[in-house]
């Protein structure tokens, strides 16, 4: 039995021991793998780097998406770029007062085998009758775009192959112009512990051009490496600040049962070490 090697960092890294392959193709964008591994589940990676796992997906996809929906509070349109495994969409799908949700990803190949071999990622997220799955480049579609949305959540690989877009100036632009005067963009923006130039990017994309921007971070284990940063890019700077009280009611109210999600974790989540406040130029801004 062999090992997936993840090759993500130069001379760093994690395997996952191929207890069963499921599915391997190059698709027209990517090389796609999915297997299983007795420790994390069913394990799929893009271009050598792991993208999701049965066993800890829903940190991340908790986290992308309860944050910017209750601290908005009256969500009703939701843009999510990327997440073909679909477990984006299935937390998502989880708020009752969401009308519209529109995915964009890039390879159709990955929405459908991770329908077949992840089924606990999507669960039937793609019947419900309020999602408009869209197959695209992101950028292509932003760029194009005419509506505008409450959330948008970009959840893409790391900023190569045909997610680098996803990273650029042009980007952040066309996803402000696209956002509500409450509206929120969040991003999976890398492990700042060996990917702080990501969050340096990022951050001096979407400082100026939207009125509060800041980080988020949660640790999910198989995104090696410490804590995973989240960007947070949100027109209105008041919304960041709803007070722990105001928080606990709306999760409260929205009658999900979350796993890692909860408010204290919302607003304990802003809180960013030193090192990423300073590459990010807020150290000694409270
Ligand atoms: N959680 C992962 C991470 O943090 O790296 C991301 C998982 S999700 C599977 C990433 C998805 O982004 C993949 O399905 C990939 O096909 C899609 N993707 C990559 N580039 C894209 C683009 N330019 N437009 C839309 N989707 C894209």
Same mark, same amino acid.
């Given at each position: 039995m062999t090992n997936?090697?993840?090759?993500?960092? $130069?001379?760093?890294? %994690?395997f996952f021991k191929i207890d069963k392959m499921l599915h391997e193709v190059r698709t027209e964008h990517q090389h796609l793998v999915i297997f299983e591994n007795a420790k994390m589940g069913r394990v799929m990676a893009l271009d050598g780097?792991?993208?999701?796992?049965? +066993?800890?997906?829903? *940190?991340?996809?908790?986290?992308?998406?309860?944050?910017?929906?209750? #601290?908005?509070? #009256?969500?009703?349109?939701?843009? *999510?770029?990327?997440?073909?495994?679909?477990?984006?969409?299935r937390e998502v799908c989880r708020? #009752?007062? *969401?009308?519209?949700?529109?995915?964009?990803? /890039?390879?159709? #190949?990955?929405? $459908?085998?991770?329908?077949?071999?992840?089924?606990?990622?999507?669960?039937?997220?793609? &019947? $419900?009758?309020?999602?408009? =799955?869209?197959?695209? $480049?992101?950028?292509?579609?932003?760029?194009?775009?005419? %509506?505008?949305? &409450?959330?948008? *959540?970009s959840d893409c690989p790391d900023p190569t192959g045909p997610a680098e877009v996803l990273f650029s100036e042009d980007f952040y632009h066309a996803c402000h112009r696209c956002l509500t005067d409450d509206g929120i963009l969040v991003a999976q923006n890398g492990t700042p512990f060996l990917q702080l130039d990501e969050v340096k990017t990022t951050a001096k994309n979407i400082q100026g051009l939207f009125a509060d921007a800041h980080f988020y971070h949660a640790a999910i284990p198989t995104y090696i490496g410490g804590s995973?940063?989240?960007?947070? +890019?949100?027109?209105?700077?008041? /919304?960041?600040? %709803?007070? =722990?009280?105001?928080?606990?009611?709306r999760f409260a +109210?929205? +009658?999900?049962?979350?796993?890692y999600y909860n408010a204290a974790i919302h607003q304990a989540a802003f809180a960013l070490p030193q090192y990423v406040l300073h590459a990010i130029g807020q150290l000694n801004k409270h």
């Open positions: 997936y090697l993840e090759t993500l960092h $130069d001379g760093y890294g %994690q780097a792991i993208q999701t796992t049965e +066993a800890d997906e829903f *940190i991340y996809h908790e986290m992308l998406t309860h944050v910017p929906i209750l #601290a908005h509070g #009256a969500v009703r349109s939701v843009l *999510i770029i990327g997440g073909g495994d679909g477990g984006m969409l708020h #009752a007062e *969401i009308e519209h949700i529109t995915m964009v990803e /890039i390879d159709q #190949a990955v929405v $459908d085998m991770c329908k077949e071999y992840l089924p606990h990622h999507s669960q039937g997220a793609y &019947d $419900d009758p309020r999602v408009n =799955l869209v197959i695209d $480049d992101g950028m292509r579609f932003i760029a194009n775009c005419t %509506q505008q949305f &409450d959330v948008i *959540i995973m940063t989240f960007a947070w +890019a949100a027109k209105n700077p008041q /919304i960041r600040q %709803q007070p =722990l009280s105001t928080l606990e009611q +109210a929205s +009658a999900i049962s979350t796993r």
